[in-house]
């Protein structure tokens, strides 16, 4: 599941389940669920018992970053369903009591067994210092999967997702120890680089990340930041 040569780099031609247009419902919904019917991720997610076919995503690229050391303390931004904040769970093992993780999202999440969740925006003025509280102390990673609802308008969209990951740049700057890593989501199209930019003032080492999870098709990209230098707001 982990390699593109295990997925196959599965396409159109492999598809086993036609969906049929139905009344009621629009080509983009039709398309939507043939592809989640022949994704290999989604199956392998619901066969592991996983929240989401994006906790995939957190697992390649910290097998191949290797972030998620137990005892860490991890910010997951942008959590529900919980896909990442399981994964992270496991690896920092925080429910043996060695890391933590502070999760916070716009949607309720069923609970998680070493995860304390708030249930809020990360926009609304006291989420910061909430997750601080709960933190207890510096994080060693902050990841975001955050991602605003898509309007199909490929600037605004883009938009919309750079102003989230740049106030969790922000938040990262201020809670995480000198060497933490950041994770975040961006979607291809430009103004991504002046953000690895300003990122790079901050960590020792910026690039990006497109994990095999990650749809081909999608403009979706992770940015991870890592050896953060420490001191100081972005
Ligand atoms: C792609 S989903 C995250 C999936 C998650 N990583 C997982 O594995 O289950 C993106 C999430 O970002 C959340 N989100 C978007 N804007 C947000 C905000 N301002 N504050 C908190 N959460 C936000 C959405 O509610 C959505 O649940």
Same mark, same amino acid.
């Given at each position: 599941?982990?390699? #593109?040569?295990?997925?196959?780099?599965?396409?159109?031609?492999?598809?086993?389940? #036609?969906?049929?247009?139905?009344?009621?419902? #629009?080509?983009?919904?039709?398309?939507?669920?043939?592809?989640?019917?022949?994704?290999?991720?989604?199956?392998?997610?619901k066969?592991q018992?996983?929240?989401?076919?994006?906790?995939?995503?957190?697992?390649?690229?910290?097998?191949?970053?290797?972030?998620?050391? !137990? %005892?860490?303390?991890?910010?997951?931004? %942008?959590?529900?369903?919980g896909?990442?904040?399981?994964?992270?769970a #496991?690896?920092?093992h925080?429910?043996?009591?060695?890391?933590?993780?502070?999760?916070?999202?716009?949607?309720?999440?069923?609970?998680?067994?070493?995860?304390?969740?708030?249930?809020?925006?990360?926009?609304?003025?006291?989420?910061?210092?909430?997750?601080?509280?709960?933190?207890? %102390? !510096?994080?060693?990673?902050?990841?975001?999967?955050?991602?605003?609802?898509?309007?199909?308008?490929?600037?605004?969209?883009?938009?919309?997702?750079?102003?989230?990951?740049?106030?969790?740049?922000?938040?990262?700057?201020?809670?995480?120890?000198?060497?933490?890593?950041?994770?975040?989501?961006?979607?291809?199209?430009?103004t991504?680089?002046? /953000?690895?930019?300003?990122?790079?003032?901050?960590?020792?080492?910026?690039?990006?990340?497109?994990?095999?999870?990650?749809?081909?098709?999608?403009?979706?990209?992770?940015? /991870?930041?890592?050896?953060?230098?420490?001191?100081?707001?972005?």
């Open positions: 599941m982990a390699s #593109k040569k295990k997925d196959g780099g599965r396409g159109q031609r492999d598809l086993k389940v #036609k969906v049929k247009t139905a009344r009621g419902r #629009k080509t983009s919904s039709t398309r939507w669920l043939q592809r989640q019917l022949n994704d290999p991720y989604v199956a392998e997610a066969r018992g996983l929240r989401s076919r994006s906790a995939f995503k957190l697992m390649q690229m910290d097998d191949q970053h290797g972030f998620l050391t !137990p %005892g860490a303390s991890v910010v997951d931004l %942008g959590a529900a369903p896909g990442w904040s399981e994964v992270a #496991k690896r920092v925080s429910v043996e009591g060695e890391g933590k993780v502070v999760a916070i999202d716009i949607h309720d999440i069923e609970p998680i067994a070493g995860v304390t969740f708030l249930h809020a925006d990360f926009y609304d003025e006291d989420a910061p210092d909430r997750l601080k509280e709960a933190l207890g %102390g !510096p994080a060693d990673v902050v990841m975001s999967d955050m991602a605003a609802h898509a309007t199909g308008h490929r600037k605004t969209d883009h938009l919309k997702i750079i102003a989230l990951c740049e106030i969790a740049l922000d938040f990262a700057c201020d809670v995480l120890k000198p060497g933490g890593v950041f994770v975040a989501k961006v979607l291809q199209g430009g991504e680089h002046e /953000l690895l930019a300003q990122m790079r003032q901050f960590f020792r080492s910026v690039s990006h990340v497109k994990p095999d999870a990650s749809r081909a098709d999608s403009a979706e990209l992770y940015v /991870l930041a890592k050896d953060f230098r420490g001191g100081g707001e972005a």
